[in-house]
């Protein structure tokens, strides 16, 4: 069984500060997705990383996938309260079946 | 822009009643998965279908949660009896292919409250 752990499980900072969420796992992933879920409703893709290494940004959230694709990291700059929710990983294996962490949730407080 | 759609949103309902939840995916999505999510926890998959056929139902509770998938658009699931511990959010999710990225869409979900 592939399992992904989140860390930490929540996070709450004040406007205008920056913060980290990590993915990790044993497994080796072919891909990774982030998603953002608000209250009431269902996750959101944000990005797909797929090669060892690999760094994307989306405007203020920089995504990083580990070089031996186990792992991963969502970092926010400067955070807003319009990016509170629940973040999650998953983990994309064989047969296209995720595998979902157990999800971080941020509270950025005005 | 396309999206999942689901229905209901919300739904009540005594323990021991049947309840059932509909999914259309994005058009063209060959791939629809059904997740239960437990209030602060990841989605949890219990069923995912390739066009009409069931791929992996390994999670689902078979005695008492049933999916279809007929023509291989639209879905269904079904509890029969629901439970106290069923008590979740479902979410249906749709994928283009079974092969590349596994990007997964997911519609707005399902509330469902057992009684």
């Known amino acids: 069984t592939q399992l992904l752990e989140q860390s930490p499980q929540f996070l709450s900072i004040q406007e205008g500060e920056n913060l980290t969420v990590y993915c990790n796992s044993s497994?080796?992933?072919?891909?990774l997705q982030w998603y953002r879920q608000e209250p009431g409703e269902g996750p959101v893709l944000l990005v797909t990383v797929v090669t060892g290494g690999e760094v994307k940004k989306l405007k203020r959230l920089t995504f990083q996938f580990g070089d031996a694709r186990k792992d991963s990291s969502l970092h926010i700059t400067a955070a807003q309260p319009g990016d509170t929710g629940l973040y999650l990983c998953a983990g994309a294996a064989a047969g296209n079946k995720l595998t979902f962490g157990g999800g971080t949730r941020v509270l950025v407080k005005p | 822009e396309a999206e999942v759609a689901q229905s209901p949103r919300y739904k009540i309902t005594e323990k021991s009643q049947a309840v059932a939840f509909w999914c259309d995916p994005i058009s063209g999505h060959a791939t629809l998965y059904w997740y239960r999510q437990i209030l602060g926890q990841g989605p949890e998959l219990l069923v995912q279908?390739?066009?009409?056929?069931?791929?992996?139902d390994s999670q689902l509770p078979k005695d008492r949660f049933s999916a279809e998938r007929l023509k291989g658009v639209d879905s269904t699931l079904k509890i029969q009896p629901a439970e106290l511990g069923d008590s979740a959010m479902y979410l249906c999710?749709?994928?283009?292919?079974?092969?590349?990225?596994?990007?997964?869409?997911f519609g707005p979900g399902t509330r469902l409250t057992v009684t």
């Open positions: 497994s080796v992933f072919s891909s």
């Open positions: 279908f390739q066009d009409e056929s069931v791929v992996d």
């Open positions: 999710a749709s994928s283009l292919t079974a092969g590349g990225t596994y990007e997964q869409y």
